[in-house]
């Protein structure tokens, strides 16, 4: 015992000896080394492949980066710059290209003057998808809001916006920005405006055209409210009204109106069109057209209904079953035969048709996941409740299914995005392959591959990636069970 | 007493049709369909009419006219005389034959990445990482455009294999010769060939045929062979050591046939401007499998990731408490549980993988997209036929995929009791 032993022995030592550092080998960098690294003779072989690896990649690409050139007119400049700087046989990038035609790639042919207009859509996209995205975190949303707005009015300036567009652009955003933040409500109401303003910055033309199609819906949802207590005949009815509208009263109203108060920005035709301005033009539009067609697709598909079932099983079926390029070629070949002779419509808004249709495809049955997750107590619950249909579909199914089939819904849409590169095999610019062929067969950028594909390849990665990040961080935050 | 008679239903009235619960599902479903019939004919009309319009009928004789173009690389005999009947076949078979090469070396791929992805290794868990973050958040397109460029920009043309001291030299002992144009890989040849069994202008070599029933009933005498291992361990509680008489029962006839028939490799050798004796594979078809490879391997090694981490430690500890042995342990306990998560998603990137192979058309690869509805349908302006064709026909493929997914579903579901 220590302290008999205390009293007997004659002397003690009275404090405490300050710990000893741990051996060399079992803290720190050798320790990690020794634990991550070489803890067994398959891990130092794995570690030894490993590093081989990274040695054959860096041996391969690692001289050719660093000797990149940046400021250069030609090819044959940059290739003459490398030799005399690096000496005979070096290979270098020339990232020159880039410096040069970085505007093609972005904006393909839109003329260079309205550069501000796709960007200020692109930014005004933030403000329209904040209060949806970010509704629970202040912080994040201000972030976003505030980046948006700055980056937008900067890049708009860098890129020569005229003065009067960028005052404007500073008041709609501040003001639209103040709403989201004051208003969360009529925010969301701002955020359905957003398609049609987008359509109207990005192809220009007369306002009263794009503001004319949104009134279409504005009266079919009025028509639907109206006559809410005679259900689904409510929303048949409003669905005629909106497509009476469009189809007789919208043209010529909008004619009309155009006539007295020209509203018009200098039109801008869909083969001005290419770049990421196209891909995200697309991707946007079929995103946000998808995904509640497909919550429709995979509720028909689960519908007691035996005939409407059948029929979305048909569709869905189909479309996953055939490749995306042959539904794109459908819409470039075929889809003029499916239509009353003469009618003719843009090629782009027939890509969006059939990429929102493939991705609606896709998403269903995600959904359709989700749904089929959820414990069958909530269906019983909502109908305890005497919820009807719809408003159980609404208030209780869907919140939880769509929550759990974020990932699942993310993964379509990067899918979606990344599949816009193919509409090149329709005729259309895509940033990747469409633009690159077209600058390499320029004369000055003959025989540039690898640095438009780095290029263009970095800029897919950091938008799909950003998305994928993103979904986890949803799932993170809606996560409210199993804590 | 007073009994309950029961409610009594009222008789039908027409407005029952939309306030009634149990008959508006039946207005509901009659209205969409009749409005979808009307959309259908609708279309089919318009379509009916544009073609008459341009003069054209909806036929498909053009199948059987003359096809007058090459394909370069082809399973079955065709030249330029034969029909677009035939230059289609050749097509399918050719998406065929990268899909079935890009999924075998994807699924090898994918599953080594995603096991190495889990690996305690610090360095290669982050380089797995790296490679499948980067290949799946690039579009397809991109990985064909760079393997293509790879190919054409960094090989040698087939003449710097040439003389003394060529500036390239073959890989893989001397037996493969990738260039700019084509990737020469050795043939198989036989000292004594049985002959063929001819099959109209098609032959299938009897080697062939004797291999595949060698292996066929190889398999078959795996099966009862494992039947009566169990046979005996429910008996005597013992099981018979089987695994080298499997080994043996495959092993054994395939080298004697190969040593009867003198199977060997014919590598390839240049002669004059190209590589001859051996096969010459289009560096298209080769593009395209590598991408579609890299590609896929990226998605498939997450989902193996995701399989091997949904089995829970439990799962093999209980194993081991039960006395299984590790080997054992994987067979029966964990590959089970984690094939179940696995085999679902992993078929449907083998469903993706076959439709992306119509990617071909960014390499010049000639697969169905490529005959059917690339060069016939611009020859015999046929877009409608060729389009519908074409379609039916991935569908075709994609059904017979998906149902051998339902199948295996079936089969591995948790039986719950």
Known sequence: ?483 | MVTYTGAVDPPFRLSMLIYDRRYRSLTLQAIVFILVMLAASWIIDNTLKNLADLGKTLSFDFLFRRAGYDIPQQLIPYNSDDTHLRAAVVGLLNTLLVSVLGCIAATVLGVVAGVLRLSSNWLIARLMTVYVEVFRNIPLLLWILVCLALFTEIMPPPNAYRGENPAAGMILFDMVAPTNRYTAIPSIGMTNPPGTLALGREGISWAFIAFAVVIAAALAGRRLLRSWARRVQDQTGKRPTTWWISLAMFALPVLLLTWYFGLHLIPPVLRGFNFADGINLDNALVVLWLALTLYTGAFIAEIVRAGILAVSRGQSEAAFALGLRPRRTMSLVILPQALRVIVPPLISQYLNLTKNSSLAIAVGYMDLRGTLGGTTLNQTGREMEAMVLMMAVYLALSLIISAGMNIFNVRVRLKER
């Open chain 1, 1 to 483: 015992m220590s302290d008999t032993h205390s009293e007997t022995v004659a002397f003690m030592r009275e404090t405490m000896l300050p710990p000893q550092p741990p051996p060399l080998a079992q803290s720190g960098a050798i320790r990690w080394l020794r634990e991550n690294l070489f803890s067994g003779p398959l891990n130092i072989a794995l570690t030894l492949v490993g590093l081989g690896i990274v040695w054959l990649l860096v041996g391969a690409v690692g001289p050719w980066l660093t000797h990149s050139v940046w400021n250069a007119g030609s090819m044959a400049e940059c290739r003459q710059i490398v030799a005399e700087t690096w000496g005979q046989g070096a290979t270098g990038a020339c990232f020159a290209l880039v410096k040069h035609r970085w505007n093609q790639f972005l904006f393909g042919f839109y003329p260079q003057a309205l550069y501000w207009r796709p960007v200020l859509a692109f930014g005004l996209l933030f403000l329209a998808l904040a209060p949806l995205l970010f509704s629970e975190s202040a912080r994040a949303r201000r972030v976003v809001l505030g980046l948006a707005l700055v980056l937008t009015l900067v890049v708009s300036a860098v890129l020569d916006a005229p003065g009067p567009a960028l005052a404007g652009m500073a008041v709609a955003m501040l003001g639209w920005a103040a709403l989201v933040e004051a208003r969360p409500r009529p925010a969301l109401l701002a955020s359905l405006v957003y398609p049609f303003a987008a359509a109207w910055l990005l192809w220009g033309g007369s306002l009263w055209t794009e503001a004319m199609a949104l009134a279409g819906f504005a009266m079919g949802f009025v028509v639907w409210r109206g006559l809410a207590r005679f259900g689904l005949f409510a929303f048949a009815l409003a669905v005629v009204a909106a497509a009476a509208w469009w189809l007789l009263l919208a043209g010529p109203l909008a004619a009309a109106l155009a006539g007295v108060l020209p509203l018009r920005l200098q039109p801008v035709s869909s083969d001005q069109f290419g770049g990421f301005v196209l891909s995200i033009t697309i991707g946007v539009a079929g995103i946000a057209l998808s995904l509640p067609l497909g919550v429709i697709l995979a509720l028909a598909r689960r519908s007691d209904l035996p005939v409407i079932k059948v029929l979305a099983v048909m569709f869905i079926e189909f479309i996953r079953g055939v490749p995306l390029i042959t539904l794109l070629f459908v819409a470039s070949l075929l889809l003029n035969y499916f239509l009353p002779p003469g009618t003719n419509f843009d090629v782009i808004l027939r890509v969006i048709i059939m990429v929102t249709l493939f991705a609606a495809a896709y998403m269903a049955e995600v959904i359709r996941g989700g749904l089929a997750g959820l414990p069958k107590g909530q269906y019983e619950a909502a109908d305890a409740l005497g919820l009807d249909y719809w408003k159980a579909q609404r208030l209780i199914i869907l919140p939880q299914a769509l929550k759990i089939s974020i990932p699942g819904i993310v993964s379509t849409f990067i899918g979606m995005f990344k599949d816009t590169t193919l509409v090149v095999f329709v005729g259309l610019y895509d940033p990747l392959k469409a633009m690159s062929d077209t600058i390499r067969a320029s004369f000055e950028w003959k025989g540039a591959y690898w640095e438009p594909y780095i290029f263009v390849g970095a800029i897919f990665f950091v938008l799909c990636f950003g998305m994928s990040r993103y979904s986890m961080y949803l799932e993170r935050r809606l996560k409210h069970d199993h804590r």
